[in-house]
């Protein structure tokens, strides 16, 4: 059984047209259409270029139902997320990535549930945590490898 691999990095604009389609699980390009003129004012053929790129990644399915055009997600919203949430992790060192985390929890909205769900998390990454996280930076990349001689 053979994998089906395609390019889920997905840029801003195309994150915008896929939101709608996640928010609609089987859309049509007319939906897609109204729903981002009327939100961000752009044009059909800038709307309907970028489905044909998330086509042509793998990201969306297409289908032909008479004269329509359906759309569908071939990947969740949640493994979107986590697949950009990653790249962003990837690119700070591995010692900042609490402070990180703090300061998004500190600038969001959330509720009693989120917060709930959360402490859950905690209470079990304690089992696993480490008495230092170590730098995965190459050298210069950040203060970590900076010696004082």
């Not at 059909?44 to 569908?72: A, C, D, M, P």
């Not at 997600?73 to 950009?84: F, L």
Request: hydrophobic share 35%.
């Amino acid at each position: 059984m053979s994998t089906i691999e395609f390019n889920t990095y997905i840029t801003d604009a195309e994150w915008e047209v896929m939101r709608v389609v996640w928010a609609n699980d089987r859309v049509t390009s007319k939906k897609v259409i109204s729903v981002l003129q009327e939100e961000i004012d752009w044009t059909q053929s800038t709307i309907k270029t970028i489905l044909g790129r998330l086509v042509g990644k793998g990201v969306l399915n297409i289908e032909h139902e008479g004269r329509k055009f359906i759309y569908t997600a071939n990947i969740e919203e949640t493994e979107a997320i986590r697949d950009y949430s990653e790249v962003i992790f990837n690119r700070i060192c591995n010692k900042k990535v609490g402070n990180v985390i703090g300061s998004i929890i500190e600038d969001h909205v959330l509720s009693f549930d989120d917060i709930d769900r959360l402490e859950k998390i905690l209470e079990m990454k304690k089992s696993f945590a480490v008495e230092k996280v170590d730098c995965n930076c190459p050298e210069g990349q950040c203060e970590c490898h900076l010696h004082h001689h």
